[in-house]
Protein backbone atom coordinates (compact mmCIF):
# COMPACT_ATOMS: atom_id res chain seq x y z
CA UNK A 1 0.00 0.00 0.00
CA UNK A 2 1.32 3.46 -0.26
CA UNK A 3 1.51 6.32 2.03
CA UNK A 4 -2.03 7.42 2.06
CA UNK A 5 -3.61 4.16 2.71
CA UNK A 6 -1.70 3.38 5.52
CA UNK A 7 -1.72 6.59 6.75
CA UNK A 8 -5.85 6.54 6.46
CA UNK A 9 -5.91 2.98 8.17
CA UNK A 10 -3.51 4.15 10.67
CA UNK A 11 -5.94 7.08 11.62
CA UNK A 12 -8.92 5.18 11.23
CA UNK A 13 -7.55 1.98 13.63
CA UNK A 14 -6.40 5.21 16.53
CA UNK A 15 -9.61 6.99 16.26
CA UNK A 16 -11.63 3.23 16.90
CA UNK A 17 -9.59 2.64 19.64
CA UNK A 18 -9.84 6.06 21.07
CA UNK A 19 -6.12 6.79 21.21
CA UNK A 20 -5.75 10.29 23.01
CA UNK A 21 -2.03 11.12 21.14
CA UNK A 22 -3.22 9.92 18.27
CA UNK A 23 -1.54 13.26 16.32
CA UNK A 24 1.30 12.58 17.76
CA UNK A 25 1.87 9.07 16.54
CA UNK A 26 0.77 10.13 13.04
CA UNK A 27 3.36 12.86 13.14
CA UNK A 28 6.01 9.59 13.87
CA UNK A 29 4.85 7.92 11.26
CA UNK A 30 4.58 10.94 8.99
CA UNK A 31 8.24 11.81 9.44
CA UNK A 32 9.17 8.35 9.06
CA UNK A 33 8.03 8.11 5.80
CA UNK A 34 9.21 11.62 4.99
CA UNK A 35 13.03 10.35 5.55
CA UNK A 36 12.51 6.97 4.38
CA UNK A 37 11.77 8.35 0.94
CA UNK A 38 14.50 10.79 1.16
CA UNK A 39 16.78 7.59 0.99
CA UNK A 40 15.80 6.34 -1.75
CA UNK A 41 12.89 3.97 -0.74
CA UNK A 42 9.30 3.90 -2.30
CA UNK A 43 6.18 4.29 -0.40
CA UNK A 44 5.28 1.10 -0.62
CA UNK A 45 8.43 -0.52 0.61
CA UNK A 46 8.02 1.71 3.80
CA UNK A 47 4.87 0.58 4.39
CA UNK A 48 5.88 -3.07 3.88
CA UNK A 49 8.97 -2.14 6.00
CA UNK A 50 6.71 -0.87 8.96
CA UNK A 51 3.48 -4.03 8.69
CA UNK A 52 0.11 -3.54 9.25
CA UNK A 53 -1.02 -0.56 10.59
CA UNK A 54 -3.64 -1.84 12.21
CA UNK A 55 -1.51 -4.03 14.44
CA UNK A 56 0.82 -1.21 14.80
CA UNK A 57 -2.12 1.03 15.95
CA UNK A 58 -2.99 -1.51 18.86
CA UNK A 59 -0.11 -1.28 20.62
CA UNK A 60 -1.10 1.92 21.94
CA UNK A 61 -4.04 0.90 22.78
CA UNK A 62 -3.56 1.49 26.64
CA UNK A 63 -6.24 -0.96 28.03
CA UNK A 64 -4.89 -3.40 25.92
CA UNK A 65 -4.08 -6.59 28.17
CA UNK A 66 -0.03 -6.47 28.68
CA UNK A 67 2.02 -9.47 28.39
CA UNK A 68 4.07 -10.35 31.73
CA UNK A 69 7.60 -9.68 30.69
CA UNK A 70 10.77 -11.35 33.36
CA UNK A 71 12.34 -8.91 34.72
CA UNK A 72 15.39 -10.88 33.89
CA UNK A 73 14.97 -9.50 29.91
CA UNK A 74 14.76 -5.83 30.88
CA UNK A 75 17.63 -6.16 33.11
CA UNK A 76 19.88 -7.40 30.49
CA UNK A 77 18.66 -5.06 27.78
CA UNK A 78 19.14 -2.44 30.39
CA UNK A 79 22.56 -3.95 30.55
CA UNK A 80 23.13 -4.35 27.06
CA UNK A 81 22.37 -0.59 26.44
CA UNK A 82 24.14 0.64 28.99
CA UNK A 83 27.63 -0.61 27.64
CA UNK A 84 25.91 0.21 24.17
CA UNK A 85 25.83 3.67 25.84
CA UNK A 86 29.15 3.88 27.34
CA UNK A 87 30.94 3.31 23.32
CA UNK A 88 28.48 5.28 21.53
CA UNK A 89 28.89 8.38 23.99
CA UNK A 90 32.70 8.24 22.79
CA UNK A 91 31.59 8.68 19.69
CA UNK A 92 29.24 11.56 20.27
CA UNK A 93 32.16 13.38 22.55
CA UNK A 94 34.36 13.05 19.78
CA UNK A 95 31.95 14.36 17.04
CA UNK A 96 31.34 16.74 19.62
CA UNK A 97 34.64 18.18 20.12
CA UNK A 98 35.28 17.90 16.09
CA UNK A 99 32.59 20.55 15.86
CA UNK A 100 34.25 22.84 18.03
CA UNK A 101 37.32 22.83 17.04
CA UNK A 102 36.18 23.61 13.36
CA UNK A 103 34.10 25.87 15.13
CA UNK A 104 37.52 27.31 16.60
CA UNK A 105 39.15 27.14 13.31
CA UNK A 106 36.48 29.38 11.46
CA UNK A 107 36.84 31.91 14.44
CA UNK A 108 40.32 32.15 13.81
CA UNK A 109 40.62 32.74 10.08
CA UNK A 110 37.92 35.40 10.32
CA UNK A 111 39.79 36.85 12.57
CA UNK A 112 42.91 36.62 11.10
CA UNK A 113 41.54 38.27 7.83
CA UNK A 114 39.92 41.09 9.66
CA UNK A 115 43.28 41.94 11.22
CA UNK A 116 44.90 41.61 8.09
CA UNK A 117 42.92 44.37 6.14
CA UNK A 118 42.72 46.44 9.15
CA UNK A 119 46.39 46.38 9.64
CA UNK A 120 46.54 45.30 12.85
CA UNK A 121 49.20 42.62 13.90
CA UNK A 122 48.74 41.76 17.53
CA UNK A 123 51.72 40.75 18.80
CA UNK A 124 53.30 40.63 15.97
CA UNK A 125 50.99 36.97 15.06
CA UNK A 126 50.93 37.54 11.49
CA UNK A 127 53.45 37.87 8.96
CA UNK A 128 54.57 41.08 7.68
CA UNK A 129 53.53 41.86 3.96
CA UNK A 130 52.72 44.45 1.56
CA UNK A 131 48.99 45.58 1.87
CA UNK A 132 47.98 44.78 -1.43
CA UNK A 133 48.56 41.18 -0.70
CA UNK A 134 47.27 41.34 2.94
CA UNK A 135 43.68 42.69 0.47
CA UNK A 136 43.58 39.60 -1.12
CA UNK A 137 44.46 37.07 1.17
CA UNK A 138 42.43 38.69 3.69
CA UNK A 139 39.13 38.46 1.74
CA UNK A 140 40.28 34.27 0.98
CA UNK A 141 40.44 33.88 4.70
CA UNK A 142 37.37 35.32 5.68
CA UNK A 143 35.69 33.21 2.46
CA UNK A 144 37.49 30.42 4.27
CA UNK A 145 35.94 30.81 7.85
CA UNK A 146 32.24 31.03 6.03
CA UNK A 147 32.82 27.83 4.41
CA UNK A 148 33.95 26.25 7.41
CA UNK A 149 31.32 27.95 9.40
CA UNK A 150 28.92 26.53 6.99
CA UNK A 151 30.63 23.14 8.26
CA UNK A 152 30.07 23.31 11.90
CA UNK A 153 25.91 24.36 11.02
CA UNK A 154 25.93 21.29 9.19
CA UNK A 155 27.60 19.63 11.65
CA UNK A 156 25.64 20.60 14.43
CA UNK A 157 22.55 19.97 12.82
CA UNK A 158 24.12 16.39 12.12
CA UNK A 159 25.38 15.86 15.77
CA UNK A 160 21.47 16.97 17.06
CA UNK A 161 20.14 14.54 14.35
CA UNK A 162 22.41 10.94 15.37
CA UNK A 163 20.80 12.25 19.35
CA UNK A 164 17.33 12.35 18.59
CA UNK A 165 18.31 9.10 16.35
CA UNK A 166 19.93 7.17 19.12
CA UNK A 167 17.51 8.45 21.52
CA UNK A 168 14.68 6.81 20.05
CA UNK A 169 16.66 3.60 19.43
CA UNK A 170 17.30 3.55 23.31
CA UNK A 171 13.81 4.32 24.13
CA UNK A 172 12.36 1.35 21.41
CA UNK A 173 15.00 -1.66 22.71
CA UNK A 174 13.38 -1.23 25.83
CA UNK A 175 10.01 -0.79 25.01
CA UNK A 176 10.49 -3.98 23.26
CA UNK A 177 12.11 -5.55 26.36
CA UNK A 178 8.97 -4.08 28.45
CA UNK A 179 6.33 -5.03 25.49
CA UNK A 180 5.52 -1.51 25.04
CA UNK A 181 4.38 0.49 22.20
CA UNK A 182 7.38 0.51 19.55
CA UNK A 183 7.80 3.96 17.70
CA UNK A 184 8.98 4.38 13.94
CA UNK A 185 13.16 5.15 13.58
CA UNK A 186 14.26 8.98 13.19
CA UNK A 187 16.53 9.31 10.43
CA UNK A 188 20.20 9.35 11.26
CA UNK A 189 21.43 11.21 8.08
CA UNK A 190 21.09 15.09 8.26
CA UNK A 191 17.49 16.44 7.11
CA UNK A 192 17.52 20.16 5.91
CA UNK A 193 14.63 21.58 4.26
CA UNK A 194 15.13 23.02 0.50
CA UNK A 195 15.24 26.39 1.07
CA UNK A 196 17.49 26.42 3.55
CA UNK A 197 19.51 23.67 1.83
CA UNK A 198 19.92 25.81 -1.65
CA UNK A 199 21.07 28.90 0.51
CA UNK A 200 23.13 26.85 2.13
CA UNK A 201 24.86 25.66 -1.06
CA UNK A 202 24.86 29.00 -2.97
CA UNK A 203 27.15 29.90 0.00
CA UNK A 204 29.24 27.56 -0.42
CA UNK A 205 29.60 27.73 -3.92
CA UNK A 206 30.51 31.63 -4.21
CA UNK A 207 32.71 31.31 -0.73
CA UNK A 208 34.80 28.58 -2.41
CA UNK A 209 35.36 30.74 -5.79
CA UNK A 210 35.61 33.84 -3.73
CA UNK A 211 38.49 31.79 -1.76
CA UNK A 212 40.53 30.28 -4.81
CA UNK A 213 40.33 33.33 -6.50
CA UNK A 214 41.56 35.40 -3.45
CA UNK A 215 44.15 32.78 -2.80
CA UNK A 216 45.54 32.50 -6.21
CA UNK A 217 45.76 36.51 -6.68
CA UNK A 218 47.41 37.05 -3.22
CA UNK A 219 50.44 34.13 -4.51
CA UNK A 220 51.01 36.09 -7.64
CA UNK A 221 50.40 39.80 -5.82
CA UNK A 222 52.72 38.85 -3.44
CA UNK A 223 55.50 37.01 -6.07
CA UNK A 224 55.29 39.83 -8.32
CA UNK A 225 56.05 42.26 -4.98
CA UNK A 226 58.76 40.28 -3.68
CA UNK A 227 59.84 39.52 -7.18
CA UNK A 228 60.34 35.57 -6.47
CA UNK A 229 58.01 32.98 -6.67
CA UNK A 230 58.90 31.73 -2.70
CA UNK A 231 57.85 35.07 -1.80
CA UNK A 232 57.67 34.23 2.16
CA UNK A 233 61.29 33.73 2.13
CA UNK A 234 62.04 36.85 1.13
CA UNK A 235 59.78 38.12 3.75
CA UNK A 236 61.56 36.02 6.35
CA UNK A 237 57.94 34.73 7.19
CA UNK A 238 59.85 31.29 8.99
CA UNK A 239 62.61 32.97 10.09
Known sequence: MNKKEFMDIMKNSLLE??????????????????????????????SLKLGDPKELAKQFVQ?????KV????RFFTGLGLGFLDIFVGCIFLVLFIGVIALAAVAISSATAGVLLITKMNIASLLPVMPYKSAVMF??????????????????????????????????NCM?????????????????????????????????????????????????????????????????
Open 63 to 67: EAPVI
Open 175 to 239: AKASNKAVYPAKATFLQVSGKLKRTLRGTILVSLVIFLVAFIGGYAVSALEAKALEFWHVWEWFQ
Open 70 to 73: KKKN
Open 17 to 46: SGISDMEDILNEYEEHFLFKMADGFSEEEV
Open 138 to 171: SVGLIALAILVFITVVYGFLWFKQLLVSYSRFHK
